[in-house]
């Protein structure tokens, strides 16, 4: 009854995030008078209601694509609680440290940092530094990880929630502790912004896993996938250099900074052609890394949700595909073996 209940409100409500309204008004409440351990239990009670059935879905279809349908329904159902548990203490933890009014010091967040001279060495050029990162682990406190190893000129392009109130919410809780951020709205009506904090030598961390309806056409875990041509273009145009990191959550609560070297970059001229193998590159490296830690992907979206348009580039790349298939087929019936030996014998070349 409670369960029905609940539904209804989200429902009318009109909540499209994992989280509703209410959830993150609760989180932001009882952080301030309960226990961490209470505080945890409780909205873990609710989360198990209040996380819809379609996220849920989403998260078991990208999880049989990852694991190209290898895991059984029981071990599937195992990766679906742990990603859930992983997502729900992390928010508790952000909503709990908001009540501080800022996000734990060195010894308490980070674990162990991985890679450091790597940055060091690509912000010592002085052309701003992009951050290729994905929807993993700590994502929403990579720039907290990265102030704290003294890289404080850091941002994120977050993408806002489709209900304006809800992302109110977020904003309140981003703000309060501390978490860098650009609108994504705002980086894509304009990147005269992100050029300006780039020349700064800033440090601007691109979730590049994110869907779009438009943009370069790549391989994402076997399939079709639209990414933003922003990290190549601005990369090639700035001289940016582009480095992989990530926000690992451990065992123990604390994360693990994880940066690798910059990706060396294709430039041939050919503006167009750079742009989609860089993307496609760029692509291949996050793939890796969520094949890396899969129990902390960020899998509640439908990376693979395709407009009327790009499924119809899909199916007509698809069919030029069969046709020079049953062509090179039928040539090669056609061409017997002795033929083309001495085809070969007769040709100069």
């Known amino acids: 009854?409670?369960?029905?209940?609940?539904?209804?409100?989200?429902?009318?409500?009109?909540?499209?995030?994992?989280?509703?309204?209410?959830?993150?008004?609760?989180?932001?409440?009882?952080?301030?008078?309960?226990?961490?351990?209470?505080?945890?239990?409780?909205?873990?009670?609710?989360?198990?209601?209040?996380?819809?059935?379609?996220?849920?879905?989403?998260?078991?279809?990208?999880?049989?694509?990852?694991?190209?349908?290898?895991?059984?329904?029981?071990?599937?159902?195992?990766?679906?609680?742990k990603i859930l548990k992983l997502f729900k203490d992390?928010?508790?933890?952000?909503?709990?440290?908001?009540?501080?009014?800022?996000?734990?010091?060195?010894?308490?967040?980070?674990?162990?940092?991985?890679?450091?001279?790597?940055?060091?060495?690509?912000?010592?050029?002085?052309?701003?530094?992009?951050?290729?990162?994905?929807?993993?682990?700590?994502?929403?406190?990579?720039?907290?990880?990265?102030?704290?190893?003294?890289?404080?000129?850091?941002?994120?392009?977050?993408?806002?929630?489709?209900?304006?109130?809800?992302?109110?919410?977020?904003?309140?809780?981003?703000?309060?502790?501390?978490?860098?951020?650009?609108?994504?709205?705002?980086?894509?009506?304009?990147?005269i912004e992100l050029i300006k904090f780039l020349k700064q030598n800033g440090i601007l961390i691109i979730l590049a896993d994110q869907k779009f309806d438009d943009g370069v056409r790549v391989k994402y875990f076997g399939r079709d996938k639209w990414a933003a041509k922003g990290p190549a273009l601005l990369s090639m145009r700035l001289g940016s250099p582009v480095v992989p990191m990530y926000n690992i959550r451990c065992e123990n609560g604390k994360y693990k900074l994880i940066i690798k070297p910059p990706i060396e970059l294709v430039n041939t001229g050919d503006s167009e052609k750079d742009i989609q193998i860089n993307t496609q590159r760029f692509t291949d490296e996050l793939e890796s890394m969520i094949r890396k830690y899969p129990d902390q992907w960020y899998a509640f979206n439908p990376w693979w949700q395709y407009t009327e348009e790009q499924l119809a580039e899909i199916e007509a790349e698809k069919t030029k595909e069969s046709i020079e298939t049953k062509y090179n087929s039928v040539i090669s019936e056609e061409i017997s073996e002795e033929d083309l030996e001495e085809g070969l014998e007769i040709n100069p070349f």
């Not at 989180?27 to 819809?52: E, S």
């Not at 990852?66 to 329904?73: A, G, Q, R, V, W």
């Not at 060091?120 to 050029?125: D, F, P, Q």
């Open 90 to 191: 992390m928010f508790i933890d952000m909503a709990y440290y908001s009540t501080r009014g800022k996000l734990p010091d060195y010894d308490e967040f980070l674990e162990e940092v991985i890679g450091k001279e790597y940055l060091e060495e690509a912000y010592s050029k002085g052309k701003g530094v992009i951050g290729l990162s994905a929807h993993l682990g700590g994502f929403l406190t990579i720039t907290h990880a990265l102030s704290l190893i003294g890289f404080p000129n850091c941002a994120t392009i977050m993408r806002e929630a489709d209900n304006k109130k809800e992302e109110e919410k977020f904003n309140t809780l981003r703000s309060r502790i501390g978490i860098k951020g650009i609108p994504q709205s705002e980086a894509r009506s304009s990147g």
């Open 1 to 81: 009854m409670k369960k029905k209940f609940i539904s209804k409100i989200i429902k009318r409500e009109g909540s499209d995030n994992i989280l509703g309204r209410g959830v993150i008004n609760l989180l932001l409440f009882n952080a301030k008078i309960l226990p961490p351990k209470v505080h945890k239990a409780i909205i873990g009670g609710f989360m198990r209601l209040l996380v819809h059935r379609k996220y849920k879905n989403v998260l078991r279809t990208n999880l049989e694509i990852l694991y190209e349908d290898t895991l059984s329904d029981r071990e599937r159902e195992k990766k679906v609680d």
